[in-house]
């Protein structure tokens, strides 16, 4: 019995294969077919001259719940993720409770329900009091887990103990869990705090007070425990050439570690930072130039495996705090795939859009997907979910104040100059989010887990 088409969306699909011309079916919540045109009688999504993308996936936000929704909430947050063209999230465990099991995954995941656009799965957050909890995590309710190398304002459990971090690579090799790291050495830091005495005093000093010597440390201690142990390992917002040459001569060599480069390290330098101040006060901190082409290098040559926002909103109030006391983080789910294809417009006009969408699908599809084991997602092929996204590539627009949805209510994107506008996204054949009428769809969003 053929299946009854629901939906078909027409346009320049990106599938595993390459860009071309046709039409994605939509039968039951998954794609059914991907043909050269319609049938008949079917209701159609006209995207002709712009791309069908798969469902983006940003395997890296803090949506705050539990115990921190006044910075962001659920609601708010994966409206800002359906606005920016993302189906799917994984959410970090510094939270109110901490996520550091997984009784504490499946109570968040009761809170979330009926509260979420996007269909969603969490980190475990790695605790260094209970390391042997990695070699036991049920898969079916995480698959990874959070570890900080580094603390900052809302990071739960700091692992700054050798011997805890080894164990925490031993019983995660054991697990068959992945470790998401913020690698960044503390001793390092403190190191450095005891000789100045004083906290930075400028916004020009923030960068020297949580350096780049931090990040290359603790990854070189990552990599050791990588080859003594094997654990599979993705390392967070790289933000220097050193640590995406470590990294990426080590999986050359056949280590199981990946990286990952976010939005906000490939859209802004230290010089804005002295421009916006708080507002790109981020941990770890914004680089140089030199850095930044670094990691536009590692994205274009497949180096970078993935592509998060690291979505941290804080209040207004909170971020203009004195420097020492202002939280790092900003917020980003929204801005990620726009910031990126606009990037990548204004550094390679010349290339292929059909390049570069493919490359967009990658990094925030099909790669995250198969990193986190998300069956169904990432990619534009029959059997998986009808996950869509209608993107126009040429269009021109300025952001503002009055896009932002997340709950904060403010964006370091406001007032640039964006190439490229999500114009309709899709979960499971349902429109969440249409950018003509500005509507939303149901929070119907799935936890991608069970108890």
């Known amino acids: 019995m053929e299946p009854v088409i629901d939906l078909a969306v027409l346009g320049r699909v990106v599938t595993p294969d390459g860009a071309r011309d046709g039409a ?24 002709r001259g712009r791309y069908v993308l798969p469902g983006l996936i940003d395997s890296h936000v803090h949506f705050r719940t539990p115990g921190l929704e006044h910075k962001e909430d659920w609601e708010h947050g994966s409206r800002a993720a359906v606005v920016g063209g993302v189906t799917t999230v994984i959410d970090m465990p510094n939270t109110v409770p901490p996520g550091l099991d997984e009784a504490a995954l499946c109570a968040k995941a009761d809170l979330v329900a009926g509260r979420s656009l996007v269909d969603f799965r969490f980190h475990l957050g790695a605790d260094p009091q209970r390391p042997e909890l990695l070699a036991e ?12 190398m580094a603390g900052h304002h809302t990071a739960p459990t ?15 090799a054991a697990g068959n869990v992945r470790l998401v790291l913020h690698a960044e050495d503390e001793a390092v830091f403190d190191l450095l705090d005891q000789w100045r005495g004083t906290d930075p005093q400028e916004y020009s000093d923030y960068e020297r007070w949580r350096p780049r010597t931090g990040a290359i440390s603790a990854v070189a201690q990552v990599l050791a425990l990588v080859r003594r142990h094997g654990t599979k390992t993705h390392i967070l917002h790289v933000s220097t050439a050193e640590e995406a040459d470590l990294l990426a001569a080590a999986h050359a060599t056949g280590l199981p570690v990946t990286f990952e480069v976010t939005g906000h390290h490939l859209s802004f330098i230290d010089r804005d930072t002295l421009r916006g101040g708080a507002r790109t006060r981020l ?45 790092p983080g900003i917020p980003g789910v929204q801005e990620l795939a726009t910031a990126v294809w606009t990037g990548m417009r204004r550094r390679r006009p010349d290339e292929h859009p059909d390049v570069a969408a493919g490359r967009l699908a990658r990094c925030l599809g099909a790669a995250p997907a198969d990193l986190f084991g998300l069956p169904g997602k990432g990619r534009l092929e029959p059997g998986a979910d009808a996950d869509l996204v209608v993107f126009d590539p040429d269009q021109r627009w300025m952001f503002s104040a009055e896009d932002v949805r997340s ?12 190439t490229g506008r999500v114009l309709t996204t899709i979960r499971a054949g349902e429109v969440l989010w249409d950018d003509e009428r500005k509507t939303f769809g149901p929070a119907t969003g799935r936890w991608l887990g069970t108890r």
């Open 158 to 172: 700091v692992v700054r103990d050798a011997e805890q971090l080894e164990k925490i690579f031993a019983h995660a």
């Open 283 to 327: 941990s770890p901190a914004i680089r140089g130039q030199a850095d930044q082409d670094r990691l536009w290098t590692a994205l274009y040559s497949g180096e970078a495996a993935t592509v998060g926002s690291d979505h941290a909103p804080h209040t207004r109030t909170e971020k203009t705090r004195p420097i020492a006391d202002a939280p």
């Open 137 to 148: 995590v049920d898969p079916s309710v995480a698959t990874s887990a959070k570890v900080f």
């Open 407 to 418: 709950k904060c209510g403010w964006s370091a994107y406001e007032g640039w100059s964006m």
């Open 24 to 47: 994605v079916l939509v039968s039951g919540g998954r794609i059914s077919a991907i043909l050269p045109t319609a049938p008949d009688g079917v209701r159609v999504i006209d995207a």
